[in-house]
């Protein structure tokens, strides 16, 4: 007999999101995470999916998420459509692996993705200044 799981048994706690994020950061697999969080392996992946944590290594000073943290504060609040896809001529496989920090955009993606998000000219100082002093 199954027995249907109420969802507010298994709700994700602050410290276990905060303990989530920590272990990606230091590289752990979503086996492992799950073990240690007591969850399984789909409910690791399913919360990482609909929450949008970055589940890979990020690289360093991602042009597009610091676009993104001026524009909206977290790039987890922008929710493209097709329409910005088509905007920025990129599918949305591309767009996660720039969104989430895993791959540097080029310079004309960049370019399309500022025309796309009405990145103004006071937006655009705030980036440049950030990655000046991201050089340091």
């Not at 706690?13 to 303990?19: D, G, Q």
């Not at 042009?63 to 920025?88: H, Q, T």
């Not at 599918?91 to 399309?112: K, V």
């Amino acid at each position: 007999e199954h027995t249907i799981m109420n969802y507010k048994e298994n709700k994700w706690t602050i410290k276990e999101e905060f303990a989530l994020r920590e272990m990606i950061a230091n590289g752990k697999t979503k086996k492992e995470i799950a073990k240690e969080l007591n969850r399984s392996e789909a409910s690791v992946h399913l919360y990482c999916y609909r929450n949008k944590v970055p589940t890979k290594k990020m690289i360093p000073h991602s042009i597009v998420r610091k676009m993104l943290e001026i524009k909206f504060g977290k790039p987890e609040f922008f929710n493209p459509d097709r329409s910005f896809y088509v905007s920025v001529q990129m599918t949305s496989h591309r767009w996660q692996n720039l969104a989430f920090g895993y791959e540097q955009a080029t310079q004309e993606e960049c370019i399309r993705i500022c025309k796309a998000i009405n990145f103004n000219t006071e937006e655009m100082f705030k980036l440049l200044d950030a990655r000046q002093l991201s050089l340091f």
